[in-house]
């Protein structure tokens, strides 16, 4: 996006706002492009190479704030911003105060764009999708299909400006790559899968992320339940990944206020094992969601959500920290309140293989199935299917499925008895942040099995 042109509009637009009764004005430009291909059968099954172009204007006056958004740049469109926001504006009976951000406080000047995704060409990001599946589908006579191979890449910019002085501006990109594979035995089919987001396409394996995909399809063949029961959990660290995502709304100031969290009057309580330390880092080299500030132009930072176990400190945006009586800590993403990065370390951390031999007779869960409907942020339960492998005695015995594990989040952070060393970053597709998480022992869950 070209600044200066941005520049023109915005205050352009700004100079309609005033004219029209605002006290303060925010323009919020944001550019997104985004490419994905799927690939089944050695053949492209979709392919989708997009650009999206926003535009969100703010107006405030006498505490409240009118919003409008667009898609384009030019002088009907300001006019059609301003008006539409004075016109939401008036409808608006919320008695809570609505503020912009100065600029003020610390900006980390990071480099997080590398543009080496878009500089490849399509021919070759069709033949990473296409190598998923060779290389799946050769790994054993035992793997039927790899029905769903996919190689994507999203580069992302966004520029604030206000009245109040605020201009910034940055860009972030990275890629991912996945694939799901099936085994058979001449019985019921098992599913694997595998997914890896990397910084620059250097550094996605596909050949490497197809063989752990078919493996695991493999692992699980002959898969039972087992009896029902409290055991000993070892959640796999992409496990972890999509519940914490799940689950992230809980640390929401907003959702605290409106008391939907389990975790409201809780703060500098302890709501975590002492071993659990939980970040919110927009930093994360890696991760293409790592930001400078954050939808209100307010600078984010690295902070420590849960220290020791101890609930530490909420998540804000510029209303709910004035709602509070404290600075907002840089998580407004859109409309929401959410982490830029999660991240989770232990004061102490073991290797997988010793987590493994702390079980004397657990489950390994490594996939899990009813997230949306199954788990409940406001309560914190939740009551999921699963599927992993039987351990006992430190050792892994056998595949398991058609299982459901059940508690609530909080109590379970409670039980948490050992954090594993093997960080990865994962996506989770209920929060729009990437976690770099290792796996988990927790001392027991609720198991139905047989």
């Known amino acids: 996006m070209k600044f200066m042109a941005l520049k023109d509009f915005a205050d352009f637009v700004f100079s309609l706002g005033k004219k029209r009764g605002f006290e303060e004005c925010q323009i919020h430009f944001a550019r997104e492009h985004e490419f994905e291909i799927h690939v089944s059968k050695g053949k492209v099954e979709t392919f989708k190479d997009a650009d999206y172009f926003s535009v969100s204007f703010k107006g405030l006056r006498e505490g409240k704030c009118g919003r409008a958004r667009v898609e384009a740049l030019d002088k009907e469109v300001a006019k059609l911003l301003v008006e539409e926001a004075l016109s939401n504006l008036q409808v608006i009976d919320s008695s809570d105060m609505e503020l912009l951000h100065d600029g003020s406080g610390d900006y980390v000047d990071v480099d997080y764009y590398k543009g080496n995704y878009e500089r490849l060409g399509s021919s070759q990001k069709v033949e990473m999708a296409k190598e998923l599946e060779r290389t799946a589908l050769a790994t054993d006579k035992r793997i039927v299909m790899a029905p769903r191979n996919v190689f994507g890449h999203v580069t992302s910019e966004e520029v604030i400006m206000n009245t109040l002085g605020l201009e910034k501006a940055f860009t972030n990109d990275g890629g991912y790559a996945y ?28 050949q490497d992320i197809a063989r752990k995909a078919a493996r695991e399809a493999l692992a699980l063949l002959g898969a039972t339940s087992v009896e029902s029961g409290r055991y000993n959990v070892i959640i ?3 496990v972890v990944a999509e519940m914490l995502g799940r689950f992230s709304s809980i640390f929401s100031a907003e959702d605290v206020q409106k008391k939907m ?12 094992a002492p071993v659990l330390n939980l970040f919110d880092d927009p930093f994360i080299p890696e991760s293409f969601t790592s930001r ?5 132009g307010v600078p984010t930072s690295r902070k420590a959500v849960i220290e020791k176990g101890k609930l530490a400190t909420y998540l804000y945006d510029l209303k709910s920290a004035h709602k509070d009586g404290v600075k907002s800590t840089g998580n407004a993403v859109g409309s929401t309140i959410a982490p830029i990065n999660i991240s989770l370390k232990g004061e102490e951390e073991l290797p997988f293989q010793e987590l493994l031999k702390r079980v004397k007779k657990g489950i390994l869960v490594i996939g899990v199935d009813g997230l949306h409907s199954g788990a409940d942020p406001i309560s914190g339960n939740f009551s999921l299917g699963a599927r992993g492998y039987l351990v006992k005695d430190g050792e892994i015995v056998q595949p398991v499925e058609q299982i459901t594990i059940s508690g609530n989040f909080v109590d379970m952070l409670t039980a948490v ?5 093997d960080h990865e970053l994962n996506l989770s597709m209920y929060a729009r942040a990437l976690a770099l998480v290792p796996s988990v022992l927790v001392e027991s869950l609720d198991i139905a099995g047989k």
């Open 292 to 296: 400078p500030f954050d939808s209100e």
């Open 261 to 272: 969290s389990p975790i409201k009057d809780k703060l500098g309580q302890m709501i975590a």
């Open 179 to 206: 694939t799901m594979v099936l085994a058979s035995d001449g019985k019921t089919p098992k599913s694997g899968f595998k997914l890896k987001v990397s910084k620059t396409p250097e550094e996605l394996d596909v």
């Open 236 to 238: 796999r660290r992409d």
């Open 417 to 421: 008895k050992a954090v594993g060393s």
